[in-house]
C-alpha cells in the first residue's frame, strides 16, 4: 500500500489537513477528501476543462494537478466563489442566461471566465472565446456561455466607470 503523506491544503480560505498518496490529483482530494463536488470530473486527461479550479488565483486543471502542488498555494473551487452566500455575478449570469444548459460543465466555464475577467473586466466578445476555448460543452452551443460572461463584463463596466 503507498504510503500516505500529511499535508495542509488551503481551499476556499479554510485549511485542511489531509493524508494524501504522492500520485494523488487536486481534483480526487478536492471530491473525495473534502466533499467539494463542484469541481466535475469530465475527461481526466485535461482536454474538456470542467475540473477547472484557480490556484493561486489561476486557472488550473485540477485532473492533472497533484495535491502536492497545492501544498502552500490558495485553492479556490466553485464553492468557494459565492460570497456572503451569495452567488457570485458569474453564477447568476450563467442561470440568467441559459449558460448553464445541463450544468456539468459550467462549473469549469465560470471558474475560467472568472480568471479571464480578473484579469480582464472588459474582455471582447473574441478574447471571451479565446479564454473559454480549452472548456467543452457537449449540449450545444457557446453562444448562451459567451453571452453571459459579456454580460457580467459590462456590468462590470456599468460599475467600474
Known sequence: M???ELITLRVNGSTHELAVRPYDV???VLRENLNLTGTKRGCDMGTCGCCTVHLDGEPRLACLTLAMEAVGREVRTIEGLKDKGLLHPLQRAFAEYGGSQCGFCTPGFIMTAAALLAV???PTREEIKEAISGNLCRCTGYVKIVDAIAAVA???AA???
Open 26 to 28: 487536486l481534483l480526487d
Open 2 to 4: 503507498p504510503t500516505r
Open 159 to 161: 460599475t467600474v466607470g
Open 154 to 156: 459590462r456590468t462590470k
Open 120 to 122: 480582464n473586466p472588459h
